[in-house]
């Protein structure tokens, strides 16, 4: 069984000066952690944030770009660059954790088809089209109603990466943009992290409908970890706290100086906050990956935690490492090793 977590931040990080080597006290992801979860591979996101032109998005993907790529000088003896899964099948017999690359907001293509290209020579092979902002490409779920789903140059995007083989990923659009992307691509699509509305009512997750068709055209949903997006009473609980009216501008300070230990520490609070909270179980993650199962059978479901990218994790699942935990619930839920190695990896593989 290959263990592969689709949907990482990591690259966000690693710009915020984090020592990859390290078994981080709050770090999501490190080598050491990825090592004691047996993990084997995972999407290192591009993120660029939606306030920022085109132009800045570019700049920032590429510097995210260069960040994961400077791990991989440095870090030789550990991780390795793949693309296929030939390769990450390669690198795990030599021992290698494998990082692939995926861009998290389609901004930075600008109005460029050619910065398609670009990224995918470079080793990126999914892109997220939009994030909490309507783009050039289509609306997301967080706005809505500005192209109605997808503009002319994001169904030309689809086409593009269909013909360089890079996945299309529909989390954080629109549902009206999904069904456009479904429309327009001639090949299956992903959710990267996202989960399921019928069990948290969150236009980030996807309906029954959305998964059964994102199925029947041979795609599949990556089960989010975030708090948020598996379990709607703790939004209450996160707005009841109060910790976000002054955290978000905490990490923003520390976001813009991580080189400053007095505003590092001061974002460390927030989080031993946040970890404070009474947060839902890391069983609802199966929760979601048996309701999935439940509409569209085994083949079509796997991980993309979204580490990294999240201010607060579920109870039991603080951090990679803690993967086998999760494994372990769904095994005793009856899950066969044949139907563990599908949600681990054959699922997302057979499409990529």
């Given at each position: 069984?290959?263990?592969?977590?689709?949907?990482?931040?990591?690259?966000?990080?690693?710009?915020?000066?984090?020592?990859?080597?390290?078994?981080?006290?709050?770090?999501?992801?490190?080598?050491?952690?990825?090592?004691?979860?047996?993990?084997?591979?995972?999407?290192?996101?591009?993120?660029?944030?939606?306030?920022?032109?085109?132009?800045?998005?570019?700049?920032?993907?590429?510097?995210?770009?260069?960040?994961?790529?400077?791990?991989?000088?440095?870090?030789?003896?550990?991780?390795?660059?793949?693309?296929?899964?030939?390769?990450?099948?390669?690198?795990?017999?030599?021992?290698?954790?494998?990082?692939?690359?995926?861009?998290?907001?389609?901004?930075?293509?600008?109005?460029?088809?050619?910065?398609?290209?670009?990224?995918?020579?470079?080793?990126?092979?999914?892109?997220?089209?939009?994030?909490?902002?309507?783009?050039?490409?289509?609306?997301?779920?967080?706005?809505?109603?500005?192209?109605?789903?997808?503009?002319?140059?994001?169904?030309?995007?689809?086409?593009?990466?269909?013909?360089?083989?890079?996945?299309?990923?529909?989390?954080?659009?629109?549902?009206?943009?999904?069904?456009?992307?479904?429309?327009?691509?001639?090949?299956?699509?992903?959710?990267?992290?996202?989960?399921?509305?019928?069990?948290?009512?969150?236009?980030?997750?996807?309906?029954?409908?959305?998964?059964?068709?994102?199925?029947?055209?041979?795609?599949?949903?990556?089960?989010?970890?975030?708090?948020?997006?598996?379990?709607?009473?703790?939004?209450?609980?996160?707005?009841?706290?109060?910790?976000?009216?002054?955290?978000?501008?905490?990490?923003?300070?520390?976001?813009?100086?991580?080189?400053?230990?007095?505003?590092?520490?001061?974002?460390?609070?927030?989080?031993?906050?946040?970890?404070?909270?009474?947060?839902?179980?890391?069983?609802?993650?199966?929760d979601h990956i048996d309701h999935v199962v439940s509409l569209v059978g085994i083949d079509h479901v796997g991980i993309g935690s979204d580490y990294d990218g999240i201010e607060v994790?579920?109870?039991?699942m603080e951090d990679i490492s803690r993967m086998p935990v999760l494994f372990e619930e769904l095994r005793s839920r009856g899950y066969t090793d044949s139907d563990l190695s599908k949600?681990?990896?054959?699922?997302?593989?057979?499409i990529l």
């Amino acid at each position: 069984m290959f263990l592969l977590d689709s949907h990482c931040d990591t690259p966000s990080h690693i710009l915020r000066l984090r020592d990859m080597a390290v078994d981080g006290k709050y770090a999501h992801v490190d080598f050491p952690k990825l090592r004691r979860g047996g993990v084997d591979g995972a999407f290192f996101a591009l993120y660029t944030p939606a306030s920022l032109s085109a132009s800045e998005s570019y700049i920032h993907a590429s510097k995210l770009l260069q960040g994961v790529r400077s791990v991989l000088k440095f870090h030789k003896d550990k991780a390795r660059l793949a693309t296929t899964r030939s390769e990450a099948y390669k690198n795990k017999a030599d021992g290698l954790f494998s990082i692939f690359l995926g861009l998290e907001n389609g901004a930075a293509l600008g109005s460029s088809l050619e910065r398609i290209e670009e990224f995918h020579e470079a080793g990126i092979r999914y892109i997220t089209l939009c994030h909490s902002r309507n783009n050039q490409i289509c609306d997301s779920c967080a706005e809505g109603g500005g192209w109605n789903g997808l503009s002319k140059f994001g169904k030309d995007v689809v086409r593009v990466m269909n013909r360089l083989g890079m996945l299309v990923d529909v989390s954080h659009i629109s549902d009206a943009s999904f069904y456009d992307v479904l429309e327009t691509s001639s090949k299956p699509v992903v959710a990267t992290h996202s989960c399921c509305r019928a069990l948290c009512d969150h236009p980030r997750n996807m309906t029954d409908a959305m998964i059964k068709d994102l199925a029947a055209a041979g795609g599949v949903i990556q089960i989010n970890f975030y708090p948020l997006f598996l379990d709607g009473n703790f939004k209450h609980v996160l707005e009841q706290s109060g910790i976000m009216e002054y955290g978000e501008r905490i990490e923003s300070e520390f976001i813009a100086d991580p080189a400053s230990s007095t505003k590092r520490a001061a974002w460390n609070k927030v989080q031993d906050e946040l970890i404070a909270l009474t947060r839902p179980s890391f069983k609802l993650i199966a929760d979601h990956i048996d309701h999935v199962v439940s509409l569209v059978g085994i083949d079509h479901v796997g991980i993309g935690s979204d580490y990294d990218g999240i201010e607060v994790t579920p109870q039991g699942m603080e951090d990679i490492s803690r993967m086998p935990v999760l494994f372990e619930e769904l095994r005793s839920r009856g899950y066969t090793d044949s139907d563990l190695s599908k949600i681990a990896s054959d699922n997302f593989f057979r499409i990529l």
